[in-house]
């Protein structure tokens, strides 16, 4: 089993930064990969990018290419999200996930264990 609790959120204006944390408890953090995702009002929930268990490799949706990071400190059973240069579009409920396993995924069926969110209000 794995709990994960994310922290981080807010209300920023258009232009600003945000960095999301999750923290992990259970399984070895280092053997698996993570994920955020996010959902917005009325929208089905949308992956927003991934990380392996090294943190070597990551991935991202386009609309958030260039602007947003993905890292993870194995130490500290942590994995981050910074974002930048945040746009209204950007608003959501975002999650952190966990697929159970090492590579990264991007389809949120894949995905065994989630976080309970955490709000990020971006105002134009």
């Known amino acids: 089993q794995v709990q994960l609790v994310e922290s981080g959120g807010g209300l920023v204006q258009a232009g600003g930064s945000l960095r999301l944390s999750c923290v992990a408890s259970?399984?070895?953090?280092?053997?698996?990969?993570m994920g955020w995702f996010r959902q917005a009002p009325g929208k089905e929930r949308e992956f927003v990018a991934a990380?392996?268990?090294?943190?070597?490799?990551?991935y991202y949706t386009d609309s958030v290419k260039g602007r947003f990071t993905i890292s993870r400190d194995n130490a500290k059973n942590t994995v981050y999200l910074q974002m930048n240069s945040l746009k209204p579009e950007d608003t959501a409920v975002y999650f952190c996930?966990?697929?159970?396993?090492?590579?990264?995924?991007?389809?949120?069926?894949?995905?065994?264990?989630w976080g309970q969110g955490t709000q990020v209000t971006v105002s134009s």
């Open positions: 990380i392996n268990w090294s943190g070597e490799s990551s």
């Open positions: 996930a966990a697929p159970g396993g090492p590579s990264i995924v991007v389809v949120s069926t894949n995905y065994h264990y």
């Open positions: 259970g399984r070895t953090f280092s053997s698996y990969a």
